[in-house]
């Protein structure tokens, strides 16, 4: 994983995305230190932009991709990465 992040981004420009990506991070410090200094310290985490637009936009919440909830690591990531698309493209409009 070193080697492939350190292969397409500078050290510390990389972020750290998916849906409740806090933990993720948090056993990335404990089991991946290597790994987890070559990330930017922010994270996006999906489920937070999910949140908001539960409280700020319900419609555009309510047309939002549903969960398949497989649990399965590349699943998950698609699904994230698709989820993000749907809110940027449905909320975070350019004007």
Known sequence: MICFVSKYTNKEK???AGNTVHVDKEFLKKYMPDFISLLHYRIID???VKELCRA????EYANAPKKINSHRALADIRESVDELKY???????SS
């Open 46 to 48: 999906v489920s937070t």
């Open 56 to 59: 700020w936009y319900p419609l």
């Open 14 to 16: 990389c972020l750290l």
């Open 87 to 93: 809110y940027r493209n449905a909320i975070f409009k």
